[in-house]
């Protein structure tokens, strides 16, 4: 069974910037995806693009994709194609590679994908050390994740967050 490390805290806090710091250090023995915000000129969110550790990129939410039969959350529409086409994609090679799998995040968006779904859980099931991002609210499949025994949370706080890169990755215990 693998061990899988959450982090959460309010929008903000400093998730992301851990999960790419971690990364950054893991360098090719990590795969997988962090989120990363679409901002317009004036300095306005329109959307969210995936971006995974092989660097490919993919806009999964945008204002401009809010149509009908379309999944959304709040003012976004959300691109299950770029969802499945390049996130789970870098699950699934992550996990195939014995790599540290990195998932940011597990929110709202993501989980309009049953194939997210799917992969999140194979990898949580699997041998593999799991770093991931989650939403601080309830969601009945987010809240069976959180009581999973090989799933660890921890929240980061204004207090905590300078030291967080450091903690997961003493957590993570591979060789610098």
Do not use: C
């Amino acid at each position: 069974m693998g061990r899988t490390l959450l982090l959460t805290g309010r929008p903000g806090i400093g998730k992301t910037t851990v999960i790419r710091e971690v990364a950054d250090r893991l360098r090719d023995r990590a795969g997988g995806f962090y989120t990363e915000e679409i901002r317009d000129q004036r300095g306005r969110r329109r959307g969210f693009r995936l971006v995974t550790l092989g660097g490919d990129e993919a806009v999964m939410a945008h204002t401009d994709l809010r149509r009908e039969g379309r999944p959304a959350v709040g003012r976004y529409g959300v691109d299950l194609a770029a969802i499945d086409g390049v996130g789970v994609a870098a699950l699934r090679r992550a996990v195939a590679a014995d790599l540290v799998v990195i998932v940011d995040e597990v929110g709202k968006m993501e989980l309009f994908s049953e194939a997210f779904r799917r992969s999140v859980r194979q990898a949580v099931e699997g041998s593999n050390p799991v770093l991931g991002t989650v939403m601080r609210g309830t969601h009945p499949w987010v809240d069976e994740l959180r009581r999973r025994p090989e799933v660890e949370v921890l929240v980061i706080t204004g207090e905590n967050r300078d030291g967080m890169a450091d903690r997961v990755w003493r957590w993570i215990g591979v060789d610098a």
